[in-house]
C-alpha cells in the first residue's frame, strides 16, 4: 500500500515538501486553514477549511486513511499543532514536524524580545511613531490600545473591512520580498520601529535585513511553545521518515 499524506500547510516549507512527496508518487493531500483569498497551486490535491479540532482530525484522517501527518504549519499556527499531535496520538498514526530555525540576532541587530503577542502590545506603550507591525490580519485588534502610533501594515489580502486605526497605511503583497525593496518601503513611510514573529526562513527576513541596514530597532516575538513531537528542518528527512515508518507498518 502506498503512503497516504495529509500535509498541514500555509507556508513555503509545505509547498516544497508537497513537491517532493509528489515527485516521490506519494499520495496525499494538503491543507489550508483557507486564510488566504488565493492558495499557491499545490502539487498534490487540496482542501480548505478547519477539521473541527482533534475530534475532527481524528475522525478525518480515519475516513480517508492517513497513513503519516506532516505537520508544515507556520510556527505560530500553535493551535493546529496542539491539536495534530493529540489528534496523531489518538489515532495511532505518526507525524512529523517540518519546521525552520527561529531567527537570531546579528551583530547590528537591535531587537528587544518579547514572549508573546500581548508583550508586543505591552513595548508599544510609548510615544508615538512610525510602527511596520508584521503580524498579520488576524491580530491588529489586540494593538487597537496603542492608537497614537502610525502603522505600515503588509497584508496578503485587501482588508475586508479597514484596519482598527486612525493613522494607517496598508500594502497588499505577498511574500516572498526583497530586503532591497521593504527597505525602501521602510524609508518611504519613514518607519522608525518594526514589529515582527520570529517567524523563520527566508521569505519573511527582507524585513529584518532592512531594518539593520536602517539601524531601526525591532521588538521580536517569539514563538508560541508547542507539545513535544518529532520534528525536523530537512525535507529529506521527512522522505526518509515516511519510507522508514512504511516498511515498519507494511505501507
Ligand atoms: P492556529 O491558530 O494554530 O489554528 C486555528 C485553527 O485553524 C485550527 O484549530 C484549525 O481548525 C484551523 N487550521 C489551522 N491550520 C490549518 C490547516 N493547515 N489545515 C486545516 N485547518 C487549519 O493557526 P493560524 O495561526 O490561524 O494559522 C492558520 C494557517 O495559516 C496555518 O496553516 C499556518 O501555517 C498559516 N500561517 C499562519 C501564520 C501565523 O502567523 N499564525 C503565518 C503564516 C501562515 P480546527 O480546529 O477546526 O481544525
Redesign the pocket.
Known amino acids: 500500500m502506498q503512503p497516504n499524506l495529509l500535509i498541514?500547510?500555509?507556508?513555503t516549507e509545505?509547498t516544497v515538501f508537497a513537491k517532493a512527496a509528489a515527485a516521490v508518487c506519494h499520495n496525499g493531500i494538503v491543507?489550508?486553514?483557507?486564510?488566504v483569498n488565493r492558495i499557491k497551486r499545490q502539487p498534490l490535491p487540496q482542501r480548505v477549511?478547519?477539521?473541527?479540532?482533534v475530534s475532527?482530525?481524528v475522525h478525518f484522517m480515519q475516513t480517508t486513511n492517513v497513513t503519516h501527518v506532516i505537520d508544515?504549519?507556520?510556527p505560530?499556527?500553535?493551535?493546529?499543532?496542539?491539536?495534530a499531535v493529540i489528534a496523531c496520538a489518538q489515532a495511532h498514526v505518526p507525524l512529523m514536524a517540518l519546521t525552520r530555525p527561529p531567527w537570531v540576532a546579528r551583530t547590528g541587530d537591535n531587537w528587544t524580545h518579547v514572549p508573546d503577542i500581548q508583550g508586543a502590545v505591552g513595548a508599544l506603550d510609548r510615544a508615538a511613531c512610525r510602527v511596520m507591525l508584521a503580524?498579520?490580519r488576524?491580530q491588529l485588534q489586540n494593538f487597537v490600545p496603542n492608537h497614537q502610533h502610525f502603522y505600515l501594515l503588509r497584508l496578503v489580502d485587501p482588508p475586508v473591512i479597514a484596519p482598527p486605526f486612525p493613522r494607517c497605511h496598508v500594502v497588499v503583497s505577498r511574500g516572498p520580498f526583497t530586503a532591497e525593496n521593504d527597505l525602501n518601503l521602510m524609508q518611504k513611510h519613514r518607519i522608525n520601529l518594526l514589529v515582527s514573529?520570529n517567524?523563520g526562513g527566508s521569505g519573511a527576513y527582507a524585513k529584518i535585513t532592512a531594518a539593520r541596514r536602517l539601524d531601526l530597532p525591532v521588538i521580536m516575538i517569539e514563538r508560541p511553545p508547542i507539545l513535544k513531537r518529532m520534528e525536523t528542518n530537512s525535507v529529506t528527512d521527512v522522505l526518509t521518515w515516511i519510507n522508514h515508518i512504511g516498511a515498519e507498518r507494511g505501507v
Open positions: 498541514l500547510g500555509g507556508t509545505a491543507s489550508f486553514a483557507g486564510r477549511g478547519g477539521f473541527g479540532g475532527g482530525l508544515a504549519t507556520h505560530f499556527a500553535a493551535q493546529m499543532s496542539r491539536n503580524v498579520g488576524i514573529k517567524a
